[in-house]
């Protein structure tokens, strides 16, 4: 019974003074001071613009980047690369319609990490990339340096049931094609 007592106590101990040397923060990211640009191509060229972050959160032990989860807002997605009267407008609805994004039914999409490997800001990065309501998942190289996190990612959207001009469903597109995969840059302020 002593015996007993004397390792639970020692157990008991020896996980106090673990934890009093692990430092765990959740670091919340500053949305407006954050950014996140998309890149689309097509055979013909491509268009670009920008989406905003909705919220999130970066999980640090000590230093060390161990998780987080990142919320964007769909319906904010912009087109920098037209002007206004010049087809902006026309791309954003489309962009928001069902053949691509469908933010009247998916107005968020959601990147939570499940597995983060690495060191000294450099970083590999897995989790789970949810759009229009499917989850598949993602890995790509993030870099953090004082209070900022930067990643540039591909994104293949016929994995989320965008398939809209993909030479991967439809045939005889020709020029009209649009490349499966599209680029996010993603800076995050924390």
Do not use: C, Q
């Amino acid at each position: 019974m002593k015996k007993t007592i004397f390792k639970s106590a020692a157990v008991l101990a020896l996980t106090i003074t673990l934890v009093s040397f692990t430092s765990l923060s959740e670091k919340k990211i500053k949305t407006e001071e954050s950014s996140v640009t998309w890149k689309g191509h097509k055979v013909t060229g491509s268009h670009e613009g920008n989406i905003n972050l909705s919220e999130g959160t970066l999980l640090f032990e000590g230093e060390t980047l161990t998780g987080g989860n990142i919320v964007i807002d769909m319906s904010s997605i912009s087109v920098t690369d037209l002007e206004t009267g010049d087809g902006k407008e026309k791309l954003e609805g489309h962009l928001n319609s069902d053949d691509f994004f469908g933010t009247a039914n998916h107005k968020t999409a959601n990147f939570k990490m499940t597995k983060v490997t690495g060191k000294a800001g450099n970083y590999k990065v897995t989790g789970d990339m949810t759009i229009k309501g499917i989850t598949h998942p993602l890995s790509f190289d993030m870099m953090v340096n004082n209070n900022t996190a930067t990643a540039n990612l591909k994104v293949d959207r016929t994995k989320y049931d965008i398939r809209y001009g993909s030479a991967s469903f439809f045939d005889n597109l020709k020029d009209k094609a649009i490349y499966d995969e599209f680029d996010l840059m993603v800076s995050l302020k924390f």
